[in-house]
């Protein structure tokens, strides 16, 4: 079964940064395109920057600009450097499959807290 360890979070006030990872296990091959997610109290859980296999990115309005999304094919790693933080951008932040209607198991995500 494939399971998803986010890890990275934590408090930071505005304009700080937070480097997230996320770990894929019970999987073969390693070619799906890959999401970072959040979702904040109250709020539908959203995307919030997708990567392939290839390397090719694409990031939420909110994202762009401030947020970097890589991933480590050999190690089956997905990493998201956020930074220039903001207040709305608390959430808990998750990785799975992206731009598609099956999603692995969620994992137990990774809060992050912006404030000052």
């Known amino acids: 079964q494939v399971q998803l360890v986010e890890s990275g979070g934590g408090s930071v006030q505005p304009g700080g940064s937070l480097r997230l990872s996320c770990v894929v296990s019970g999987i073969g091959d390693f070619v799906h395109t890959m999401g970072w997610f959040r979702q904040a109290p109250g709020l539908e859980r959203e995307l919030v920057a997708a990567?392939?296999?290839?390397?090719?990115?694409n990031y939420a309005d909110f994202a762009e600009g401030r947020f970097t999304i890589s991933r480590d094919n050999a190690k089956i790693t997905v990493s998201l450097q956020m930074n220039n933080l903001k207040p709305e951008d608390t959430a808990v932040y998750y990785c799975n499959r992206a731009r598609t209607s099956t999603f692995w198991p969620w994992g137990q995500g990774t809060q992050v807290t912006v404030s000052s």
């Open positions: 990567v392939t296999w290839g390397g090719s990115t």
